[in-house]
């Protein structure tokens, strides 16, 4: 009897990927800001990086709750904006923007693509039912730091790019806060609005379609 050890994740696409983050990060870095990684697609994007080399199933599986269906709504929008001249929800202005330079509205190409790639890595490592409890936590996080550490709208005039309003603690828009409710209210519905508009329904899907890690045939044989 041999043992050998079979990786499920290509080693192309664990360089390819590490080699768009290597060269994303520092770009990001320099034209938004290090709050900007804050976002819940990069921090998507950036988990994603060390959960492939680690063939981490817990770790893909939070971060496909988290992305799947937003994420989907921007391939919508963009598609949508791009093929018919119509805006679905808005969040893919910024692509057609002639002042944010064409290498930035590349990369930010892979708020397209990452939730397929997270969906491929969960058919391919398994869907850990821990993930909607471990994403819905880190998330209530994020949406607190976001809110009481990261700046506000509007961006300084001297930095316009700079990232304000993470998350959309503040509003919808990065011009001014919103003012339609108090905002620890509008704080209290966006943590709603994540969970249950779109972790629930991701995690009730995922769970239904696809095997968890234990159901998975092992990689020793």
């Not at 290597?22 to 950036?46: E, H, I, K, Q, S």
């Not at 001249?85 to 944010?100: F, K, P, R």
């Not at 300084?156 to 828009?173: C, D, F, H, K, R």
């Not at 409710?181 to 379609?209: D, E, K, Q």
């Amino acid at each position: 009897m041999t043992f050998t050890t079979r990786s499920a994740i290509p080693l192309a696409i664990k360089l390819l990927y590490s080699a768009f983050v290597a060269v994303l990060v520092p770009l990001y870095w320099t034209a938004y800001g290090p709050w900007n990684f804050l976002y819940f697609c990069d921090v998507a994007l950036l988990l994603t990086a060390v959960a492939i080399w680690l063939e981490n199933p817990l770790l893909i599986s939070t971060q496909a709750v988290a992305i799947l269906l937003p994420q989907m709504l921007w391939v919508i929008d963009l598609f949508c904006r791009i093929v018919i001249g119509a805006e679905i929800t808005g969040v893919t202005a910024y692509m057609l923007n002639a002042d944010i330079p064409i290498y930035l509205r590349g990369l930010s190409l892979f708020h397209g693509w990452l939730p397929f790639l997270l969906l491929w890595l969960v058919l391919r490592l398994g869907y850990d039912r821990r993930a909607l409890a471990v994403q819905s936590g880190a998330a209530i996080a994020i949406l607190l730091v976001s809110y009481f550490f990261a700046p506000p709208p509007p961006p300084p005039e001297a930095q316009p790019s700079l990232a304000v309003n993470i998350n959309y603690v503040y509003g919808l828009t990065d011009d001014k806060p919103q003012s339609y409710m108090p905002p620890s209210l509008w704080l209290i519905a966006l943590m709603a609005i994540n969970i249950i508009g779109f972790y629930l329904p991701t995690h009730f899907v995922l769970r239904r379609l696809v095997a968890s890690p234990s159901d998975k045939p092992g990689k020793v044989q």
